[in-house]
């Protein structure tokens, strides 16, 4: 039975999930993957905990009354005589904590992440997280960084490793813009209580102007334009910003008091759609041409990105062996669950490579 050791940052709608699918599942684990899944540390932007017998379905009051101020290396020193293997699991939006990967990984942690932000941060931190995974044997999975739990970057990364030429990724990338587009292109609802309601469900970023510039998507194609083995940086790609420059700066709970303010805008880029059109914000990644694409466009009722339903996200691939019919991948591409199921993917998946420690004791002498 392998020993595996969660370390969990970020405590919010998808991490508090995870916790949740990895309870339920703890007795699956150990008798279908021999996996021992232990989430022995949590932490949130203050405040962190730690349990050698790990968390269970009480762990919020255990952490409410026992948690203690949070330190930089609160996991590292708990776990540095622990035999079980290590994985550190960013359920965050933090560009703080993106950063600390590389140390992260040198201190001996696997890595999972729904975070896209340490893989669209400068390509030399990109290439240097890399470097440091390799050197250290340690694996890196971010799956949920493009599609929640769609298996977008697995698809890109065996097409490539199969010698695959990819020509062009498009789609609508974005769960969360496509659960408030298709409401907006069908019903007669105010754009800033769709947006609201997105919010509530888990669907958009903490923050929704971070789906609302273009931000979000053009990470997710930065990060495929990336796997295919483009050299770019975030500041190449050309987004369409749906935040009025007057409320780009202001804070998350005056922007989202002022969120009415959109309500005139996006009616009228509804007003001048076609007869049988509807709004979809695509993303659009040519290789060839090394070119990135974010904006709100209107497209056909019947095509695919308009045939489109609630927060299902929808991919297409075009290369060399799909040339003129792209291979597609359409699903759930928003919502604390499927990204949480996501996260829980990436885990087993590591874990199922990792050989099991020459001991079960918990201390080394």
């Known amino acids: 039975m392998k020993q595996i050791h969660i370390y969990l940052f970020g405590l919010g709608n998808v991490g ?30 203050s405040q962190v905990y730690t349990s050698m017998d790990g968390v269970s379905h009480d762990w919020k009051e255990v952490f409410a009354h026992h948690a203690v101020a949070r330190t930089s290396d609160a996991f590292y020193v708990f776990s540095q005589n622990l035999l079980a293997h290590r994985i550190a ?12 990967y590389p140390e992260i990984a040198q201190q001996g942690f696997h890595i999972v992440t729904a975070n896209k932000i340490a893989n ?8 240097r997280l890399r470097h440091i995974l390799l050197k250290q044997e340690l694996q890196f999975e971010y799956e949920t960084n493009v599609g929640a739990g769609l298996p977008i970057i697995e698809t890109v990364k065996r097409l490539t490793d199969s010698g695959e030429s990819i020509k062009a990724i498009n789609g609508v990338f974005s769960g969360s813009l496509g659960y408030i587009f298709n409401r907006f292109s069908q019903e007669g609802v105010a754009f800033s209580s769709i ?16 789906d609302l510039s273009g931000n979000d998507v053009a990470r997710k194609l930065l990060v495929l334009a990336r796997e295919t083995g483009l050299k770019l940086e975030f500041e190449d790609i ?8 007057q409320l780009q700066s202001l804070k998350i709970a005056d922007f989202l008091q002022q969120l009415p303010q959109l309500d005139e805008i996006l009616e009228e880029r509804k007003n001048q759609l076609g007869h049988n059109q509807v709004l979809r914000h695509l993303g ?12 709100l466009q209107a497209v056909s009722k019947d095509s695919p990105a308009g045939q489109l ?38 885990i087993i998946k590591i874990s199922n490579t990792l050989v099991q420690k020459p001991e079960l004791n918990f201390y080394t002498n």
């Open 16 to 45: 508090s999930k995870l916790i949740e699918q990895i309870l339920e599942s703890h007795s699956y684990f150990k008798r279908k993957h021999q996996l021992d899944l232990k989430i022995v540390g949590l932490a949130n932007s």
């Open 89 to 100: 699991v960013d359920a965050t939006a933090s560009k703080e904590l993106s950063q600390f």
């Open 120 to 127: 669209t941060l400068s390509q030399s931190f990109y290439d």
């Open 195 to 210: 947006v609201k309601e997105a919010l509530d469900k888990g669907f958009t970023e903490p923050d929704p102007r971070e």
């Open 238 to 245: 050309e987004i369409e910003n749906l935040v009025p420059a």
């Open 284 to 295: 659009q990644l040519d290789v060839h041409h090394k070119t990135l694409k974010v904006s």
């Open 309 to 346: 339903q609630g927060s299902d996200g929808f991919f297409e691939i075009f290369s060399g062996s799909y040339a003129q019919e792209p291979l597609v991948i359409k699903g759930a591409g928003a919502g604390r669950e499927v990204t949480a199921r996501g996260l829980l993917s990436d």
